[in-house]
């Protein structure tokens, strides 16, 4: 995986947001918990825009109709939350963050406070985040 985005600068950026709260247009979203990086996250995240970049697509769902849970799943994380954000463009780690907070759907996904680990991933101009929160072991 030749994944060039700086993770400690994302986590940063992103957490820094998630602490403030945010504004997300049509919704007030409060402080949010900091969000960790994870690698299957990161991998789901990549293979997506890798996907869309091969394929020439820009979507949430893929051109065999599956969906990030799916992506997700198939990395081998046992999800009980997800959510995707995808952004194209000549962007950067901060100006990806910046337009994420400042879309309302963007940035519902990125303040929800149930998701605990994400990933991100850049293939040419294609950005993927995926986030979620692992399904809770019961003993």
Known sequence: MNNPVNQLLLLDLINN?????????????GPA????????????AYLHSTDMDTRNYFAHTDKDGKNAGYRISSMGYPWQAWGENIALGILTERTVVDGWSKSPVHCRVLMNPKFTEMGVAKVGNFWTQELASPKSVVH
């Open 17 to 29: 947001v998630r602490a403030k709260g945010c504004d997300c247009g049509d919704t007030i979203m």
């Open 33 to 44: 918990p900091a969000i960790r990086w994870n690698k299957s996250l990161e991998r789901a």
